[in-house]
C-alpha cells in the first residue's frame, strides 16, 4: 500500500513537470518573430535544413554548420522533455517542435541556448550555429 502511495505521488510530480513547461512555452510564442540584424525570416522554401534534437539536457551536437545567404529551415526537436532554443545574437526563438526558415547573410558563430527552465540540466543545454 505505502509503495503504491508513493508512485502516485512521484507521478504527480513528473505531471507537474510537464505542465510547467508548457505554459513556458505558450509563453515564448509572443516573442516577436524577427528583430535581429543579418538575419530575415521568410515562408519560403529552404535549401539547407537542420535539425536540432534537444533531450534532457543536451544538444546532439555542439555545432551546426550551414551556409551564410542562403535560407535555411531550423527545426527544434524534444526528444525527451520539453526545450526550447534561443539565439541570442539573432532574436530567434523556436519552441517544441517549431520549424523557421532563417537566412543568416554574416558569417560567424551565433550561440543559442535552451528557453525554457527543463530541470537540473537547463544551464548546459548550449551549442551554437556555425554560419560559413
Ligand atoms: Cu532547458
Redesign the pocket.
Known amino acids: 500500500m505505502m509503495k503504491k502511495a508513493l508512485f502516485m505521488c512521484m507521478l504527480a510530480a513528473f505531471v507537474m513537470v510537464i505542465a510547467a513547461c508548457g505554459s513556458n512555452n505558450k509563453n515564448n510564442d509572443k516573442s516577436p518573430e524577427n528583430a535581429g540584424n543579418g538575419v530575415e525570416t521568410t515562408g519560403s522554401a529552404s535549401s539547407q535544413e537542420v535539425v536540432i534534437k534537444a533531450s534532457s539536457w543536451k544538444f546532439d551536437k555542439q555545432e551546426y554548420t550551414i551556409k551564410k545567404g542562403e535560407p535555411v529551415k531550423l527545426t527544434l526537436e524534444s526528444v525527451s522533455g520539453v526545450?526550447g532554443i534561443e539565439v541570442s545574437d539573432l532574436d530567434v526563438k523556436l519552441g517544441s517542435g517549431d520549424s523557421k526558415v532563417i537566412t543568416i547573410n554574416d558569417a560567424g558563430e551565433y550561440e543559442f541556448h535552451?528557453n525554457?527552465?527543463?530541470g537540473t540540466g537547463?544551464k548546459k543545454?548550449v551549442a551554437k550555429l556555425v554560419v560559413e
Open positions: 526545450h535552451c525554457i527552465q527543463c537547463h543545454m
